[in-house]
T-cell receptor, first 118, second 111 residues
């Protein structure tokens, strides 16, 4: 299957600071990537759909000015959590589809980034 | 509101038994269905995908889809302790769109 990486794998920051999370497709090009958030003991919740070269599409209730998404190339999408607060502490996971691959309808997930805001 | 429902469990089975996991979805027009396995602290790992009615087998795993009943299931034969994890059912309403996940069923396989 296609490989998706994320960096960093975990981060601890102070309240009020900004944190950038990178999502990369390593062996394929991804015109669309998805960002999910998962709180403890809960399922994955879609935050936004990241489209290469255009604005991201955010789900209802997700603040686009707080969660900045940039998809500047076919292999990289970034999520920046601005002015982070303790309630933003969560497990952030990205996924991507390999449209040119055999498993074009499947989504491959990155390993996730655990964010802790103090 | 598109929804995916799963029994949260925990589902406990002895080693070697068959584990049966179930999922229902709200939108009759859904097209793609997936089962992911998630170990604690890790991201989801794709186990099975199924797109048409019937059964699909892959090793010890069998996915079953019944679109008329809006029901998807996953059977795990010869369950192993390493199968202990949370199993997430995910549905895509259109090809290429984001996945909507159920809350997951926690499976515990005892040796």
């Amino acid at each position: 299957g296609a490989v998706v990486s994320q960096h960093p794998s975990w981060v601890i920051c102070k309240s009020g600071t900004s944190v950038k999370i990178e999502c990369r497709s390593l062996d394929f090009q991804a015109t669309t990537m998805f960002w999910y958030r998962q709180f403890p003991k809960q399922s994955l919740m879609l935050m936004a759909t990241s489209n290469e070269g255009s604005k991201a599409t955010y789900e209802q209730g997700v603040e686009k000015d707080k969660f900045l998404i940039n998809h500047a190339s076919l292999t990289l999408s970034t999520l920046t959590v601005t002015s982070a607060h303790p309630e933003d502490s969560s497990f952030y996971i990205c996924s991507a589809r390999d449209l040119a691959g055999r498993s074009y309808n499947e989504q491959f997930f990155g390993p996730g980034t655990r964010l802790t805001v103090l | 509101q598109k929804e995916v429902e799963q029994n949260s469990g925990p589902l406990s089975v002895p080693e070697g038994a068959i584990a049966s996991l179930n999922c229902t979805y709200s939108d009759r027009g859904s097209q793609s269905f997936f089962w992911y396995r998630q170990y604690s602290g890790k991201s989801p790992e794709l186990i099975m995908s199924i797109y048409s009615n019937g059964d699909k087998e892959d090793g010890r795993f069998t996915a079953q889809l019944n679109k008329a009943s809006q029901y998807v299931s996953l059977l795990i034969r010869d369950s192993q302790p390493s199968d202990s994890a949370t199993y997430l059912c995910a549905v895509s309403w259109q090809a290429g769109t984001a996945l909507i996940f159920g809350k997951g069923t926690t499976l515990s396989v005892s040796s």
